[in-house]
């Protein structure tokens, strides 16, 4: 990374970095719950919100049960501190609910009061990390603009690299977003990575004149698909496998930005 490719930096309030893909099925979620488990081992206060606010599932991969939700904000004006569920010392979590289509429509006035709402709270942590939904939709866009970093999960799936385009072409023509980081899931190797990456990237440029920075890749791994079966984070249960050393390696990236 150069110096402009540098996450940015602030003296008091935390990075909030958006997750993303263009489509579903690429290990976005996976990914944003084991960054956050990796960044708050290394003693960082980290904030995962689940931005998927109608089909949420991260409370899912990391077990954990949840009574209240972000839709409560919305509908009751709860406290968000009510909702925070503390997975480990200094990671918590901010659930969303599930089976809810009308959460996945907020009107413009709705999600003005909740991303207000979550400023509020946001200022304890470090990191704050947001899974998003698949696609394109309005949630998904306006928390990416919300953020201050953009990361975008794809495959080696012609389809998701498709529709990752997609979605870069959106956030950077309606909201003049031109930074972003692209994590390769589920390689064969890091020559298939970069390859993948390569290829998007030339595609970025012609068209966008945006060049991405590649944050990293994580190989195919079994032990990833036995972490969700477990529901429990791969870094936290097999930090020396392959997808565990490549997280290891990127939360070392992203750390390195802010001092």
């Not at 972003?180 to 589920?186: D, E, G, I, R, T």
């Not at 590649?214 to 249960?237: H, T, W």
Request: net charge negative.
């Amino acid at each position: 990374m150069t110096s402009n490719d540098k996450f940015q930096t602030k003296v008091n309030p935390p990075v909030i970095i958006c997750v993303s893909s263009g489509k579903g099925g690429v290990g976005k979620t996976s990914f944003t719950v084991n960054m956050a488990a990796a960044l708050a081992h290394n003693t960082k206060k980290i904030l995962l919100i689940d931005g998927d606010l109608g089909l949420a599932n991260a409370d899912i991969m990391l077990g954990i049960n949840v009574r209240h939700t972000l839709r409560e904000i919305i509908e009751e004006d709860r406290d968000p501190a009510d909702i925070l569920i503390e997975v480990s010392p200094g990671f918590h979590v901010l659930p969303a609910s599930s089976g809810v289509p009308e959460m996945a429509a907020l009107s413009y006035e709705e999600q003005a009061f909740l991303t207000s709402t979550l400023d509020g709270i946001i200022s304890r942590f470090d990191y704050v990390l947001v899974d998003t939904a698949a696609g394109i939709g309005d949630s998904v866009l306006w928390f990416n603009n919300w953020a201050d970093e953009n990361i975008i999960i794809l495959s080696p799936d012609p389809t998701a690299m498709t529709d990752a385009y997609a979605l870069i072409k959106i956030l950077n023509t309606r909201y003049a977003r031109t930074k972003f980081y692209l994590v390769l899931n589920n390689v064969k190797n890091q020559k298939e990575g970069r390859e993948v990456f390569d290829n998007m990237s030339a595609v970025l440029d012609r068209f966008l004149q945006i060049r991405p920075v590649l944050l990293g890749e994580i190989p195919q791994d079994s032990n990833v698909a036995r972490a969700v079966r477990q529901q429990k984070p791969f870094y936290l249960s097999a930090p020396d496998s392959k997808a565990g050393r490549a997280l290891t390696a990127m939360a070392a990236r992203i750390l390195d930005q802010k001092p």
